[in-house]
Structure formats: C-alpha cells, structure tokens
T-cell receptor, first 113, second 119 residues
C-alpha cells in the first residue's frame, strides 16, 4: 500500500506567478487535508475535504488560494499571484472517514523569489 | 480555540540516555484526540501515536512511552535508551471532534521539539 504522494517536491517561482500542487492520498482514504509549514513552526491547517466536498477552510486561506478534489481522489492546491510570504512547505495528509489518524505526504517546498 | 505548547525548543542528549518531550494542550472540547508525529531531516511527518481523551492509559511501544494526564492537560513522550536515529523534530498535535463524524478532524500542532542524539 503506497503512502500519500505529492507533486512536485520542490517549486521555485517568481513573485506574481501562479502555482499548482497535487496530492494523491492513500487509496480509499475519504478525507484529505492541506497544511502549510514555515521554518521552525508546526504545520498549520489550511483546508480539508471529505470525498469531493470541501468541509472547512482556515482564515489563513486567502482568496488567492483555492483547493479542489473533483472526483474525491487526488486534490490540487493552487496559489495565484504568489507572494514571498507564500514560501513554505505545503503538506498533504489523508485519513479514513472513521479514523482519527492522518498520514502525511513528503510535502511540496515552495520558494517564491 | 485549541492550543498546543511544546516549551522545549531543542534537546541534546548522548546516545542511550532517556529523554522526555513535554506537551501541554488547551481545549474546551470534552472529546478530543492527541497525537505525536516525528519529522526527520527528510521532512516527512511520521505518525507515532494517537490518544483519545477518554482513554488515559499510558502506552509503551518498544523504546517509546507516552504519559497522558488530563488533570494537567499534558501528553508527554519518553524515549528510553535514545539512539542517533531518534534525532528529529517531534510534534505534538491536538484535534477536536469532527462535527459530522465524531472522529478527529483538523490538527493543531505545537511548534515542535528538536531532539539531537549524539554518540
């Protein structure tokens, strides 16, 4: 059984550009979460999906951020008009609906120049 | 609001020493879930343990043990006979009860404790 995968692993972009990240959860996991982690901090919750429904979004998720999970499988996180403050590790996690445990992917490290 | 405090920013020990990582949490939920994750230098968060608020039994898994005390809102993690491979950042996390499912939902993390084990 493969774990959570994320693509790309690293992304360098110029300020003002749009970027999109992909997350593939563990097979049959209904819930999918996005977190952001900056240097020296713990991960911070951004949003989560139950199947294809986006159930909660953090206030951290400005209108430049959008996430989708169109078929209840993989998810994408898009950041429009990137800013230097968006530089961080973006982590994806998945869990079963009836489970308490989230399993994390390797993350996508974003650097905005 | 939920909050997790890991007061120890960095701990350095010599191999084979025992080490305890502290975690104190705040929540108004009557049902909640506590977790520990390990983040090695590679960066991927590795799940270690989950505890439900209604289960205060301590747990031991090999060299790892956890002490959950509701009276002090603490969920401490002890590594016995530490090894170099234990070097990592360790995160304590808290989740309330999800509105629809009754299981855990989003995690609130502490700032982590960096453990350095040297020979």
């Amino acid at each position: 059984d493969t774990g959570v995968s994320q693509d790309p692993r690293h992304k360098i972009t110029k300020r003002g550009q749009n970027v999109t990240f992909r997350c593939d959860p563990i097979s049959e996991h209904n819930r999918l979460y996005w977190y952001r982690q900056t240097l020296g901090q713990g991960p911070e919750f951004l949003t989560y999906f139950q199947n294809e429904a986006q159930l909660e979004k953090s206030r951290l998720l400005s209108d430049r951020f959008s996430a989708e999970r169109p078929k209840g499988s993989f998810s994408t996180l898009e950041i429009q008009r990137t800013e230097q403050g968006d530089s961080a590790m973006y982590l994806c996690a998945s869990s079963l609906l009836r489970s308490d445990t989230q399993y994390f992917g390797p993350g996508t490290r974003l650097t905005v120049l | 609001a939920q909050k997790v405090t890991q007061a120890q920013t960095e701990i350095s020990v010599v191999e084979k020493e025992d080490v305890t990582l502290d975690c104190v949490y705040e929540t108004r939920d009557t049902t909640y879930y506590l977790f520990w994750y390990k983040q090695p230098p590679s960066g991927e968060l590795v799940f270690l343990i989950r505890r439900n608020s209604f289960d205060e039994q301590n747990e031991i898994s090999g060299r790892y043990s956890w002490n959950f005390q509701k009276s002090t809102s603490s969920f401490n993690f002890t590594i016995t006979a530490s090894q170099v491979v234990d070097s990592a950042v360790y995160f304590c996390a808290l989740s309330g009860q999800g509105k629809n499912t009754g299981t855990a939902s989003k995690l609130t993390f502490g700032t982590g404790t960096r453990l350095q084990v040297t020979l």
